[in-house]
């Protein structure tokens, strides 16, 4: 089945080329093919199978939803009621999700079939899919490359045509990053947009829902159907549900803003600098007004969300003390040496650390000097880059500065790991919606990611120019 995008497979479904039922088979053979990849933590084949056959009735008696034939995988920290949810940890395994999430619902509402769930970095902490205690998710373009994190088995899973399309999660990039490193299209709404209510928490204020596909339009799709106010996340937003559907034809040009501190980054590879230079020329050519513009906070980014993401981290991930969830050690004697031991047990060093850092900012003898200063860095940072974007339609910057690395290349260095979401962290410390536009590098071959950060609820702005962008 070459077919691809949402339209693609529902049009051989409406023409007679093809049902449900065909469609998930397709794909369940795909991940049967492709198990090397890790992408899948677990398949619900028979399930699957079932409801394609229910949709397949729907078709025919003409009362299909929105997504009939289109066939998701989610990543492994979203609720599925009854399906198993690790969070990619040791600490929540055989556990079982209790409801789902407001978002896996509306898309199953819509006669969307969720198919599996998907590999990801341990409580979405990381750049690399290899922080997971299922083992790293392959690349599908170089098997001895990373996919990206930390919803690396999301990012795979689109990119190897293992479903439709997928879900992850976005705190720092974690959808972005591993788009640019697969091709792929990888979306973040504005913060609040979509209802984070079954989503486990890593960091609260920054934990969006976003999504992988093969084009923009599908994107704009599983966002209007996703968005909205949720009573049972009171973070939501209430601000109006509007139609995202993209205009073919381009009726506008654009302003566009790139960061003069990005494009010299000592960082920035010589290959992401030529595919991203390349993309402003021909912006440019296109007749949409292309500058440069200085952003001096860029070095605060990075140890901004750091410290703000590992206070929260630490906070949430309080609730797994081997009490309520999953993992138990075995030879506690008390319960304080329950907590110790099952948490010792239960999470991955990458985790520790982190719960580490974040207990330490949030102690009371640094709570001022870190914490409380990172929330003024972040509000500064906000500040600025709305600022930006009242002159500019976008921000304009290499969603990761380097090409998808080697397995295992960036372990022993956490700060090289860490400055690879130096361009995604800007949208999230700011809430604002941020795209990855697959593109990839002509003489290498590997993917290299462009990302275009829009104001605060202008998703279709944002997803109409990405489109266009992408097309020239
Ligand atoms: N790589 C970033 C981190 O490790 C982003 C993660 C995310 O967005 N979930 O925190």
């Not at 990543?75 to 978002?103: E, M, P, Q, R």
């Not at 500065?401 to 260095?413: I, Q």
């Amino acid at each position: 089945m070459p077919s691809k995008t949402i339209k693609e497979i529902q049009d051989l479904i409406l023409k007679g080329n093809a049902n449900c039922e065909n469609v998930v088979k397709h794909y369940l053979s795909s991940i049967n093919e492709q198990k090397h990849l890790n992408a899948f933590i677990e398949v619900f084949e028979e399930e699957a199978i079932e409801r394609a056959k229910e949709i397949d009735l729907k078709i025919n008696e003409g009362k299909a939803g929105k997504l009939a034939g289109v066939v998701v995988g989610i990543k492994d920290v979203l609720c599925y009621k009854d399906h198993s949810i690790t969070c990619g940890s040791g600490i929540l395994k055989g556990f079982k999700s209790l409801y789902t999430a407001t978002a896996v619902q509306k898309l199953i509402d819509e006669d969307a079939i969720i198919i599996g769930i998907l590999n990801c970095d341990e409580f979405a902490m990381g750049s690399s899919n290899e922080t997971s205690v299922y083992g790293p998710t392959l690349n599908a373009i170089d098997n001895k490359r990373v996919p990206g994190g930390s919803s690396g088995g999301s990012a795979v899973a689109v990119q190897a045509g293992l479903c439709t399309v997928s879900l992850g999660t976005d705190t720092g990039g974690s959808v972005r990053q591993p788009a640019g490193f697969c091709k792929v299209w990888g979306f973040k709404p504005t913060y609040s947009r979509i209802s984070r209510y079954g989503l486990a928490s890593y960091a609260s204020s920054f934990d969006c829902i976003g999504t992988f596909t093969n084009c923009a339009e599908d994107a704009a799709l599983l966002l209007e159907i996703m968005a909205g106010e949720d009573d049972k996340d009171s973070t939501s937003s209430s601000s109006k549900k509007e139609s995202y559907e993209l205009e073919e034809e381009q009726s506008k040009t654009y302003k566009v803003a790139y960061l003069a501190e990005a494009l010299n980054h000592e960082g920035l590879s010589p290959q992401v600098r030529n595919v991203f230079q390349d993309t402003l020329s021909k912006l440019e050519e296109a007749g949409n007004q292309v500058e440069e513009i200085e952003f001096d906070l860029l070095p605060y980014l990075l140890p901004t969300y750091y410290i703000l993401t590992t206070a929260e981290a630490s906070s949430n991930l309080s609730r797994y003390d081997g009490v309520r969830f999953g993992h138990r050690s075995d030879h506690a004697e008390n319960p304080e040496i329950l907590y110790k031991k099952s948490r010792t047990e239960g999470f991955g060093p990458e985790v520790q650390k982190r719960i580490m850092l974040g207990t330490f900012v949030l102690s009371a003898d640094y709570f001022d000097a870190y914490y409380v200063k990172a929330l003024k860095a972040r509000k500064l940072i906000r500040n600025k880059t709305l600022e930006i974007l009242k002159k500019y339609d976008f921000i304009i910057t290499p969603t990761a500065p380097t090409e998808p690395f080697k397995l295992g290349e960036k372990n022993k260095d956490q700060m090289a790991m860490y400055l690879g979401d130096i361009f995604t962290v800007q949208a999230s410390l700011c809430g604002l919606p941020s795209l990855n536009i697959p593109f990839s590098n002509k003489d290498s071959g590997l993917p290299v990611g462009v990302q275009i950060t829009g104001k605060p609820f202008n998703e279709k702005e944002l997803l109409q120019a990405g489109n266009f962008f992408s097309k020239l």
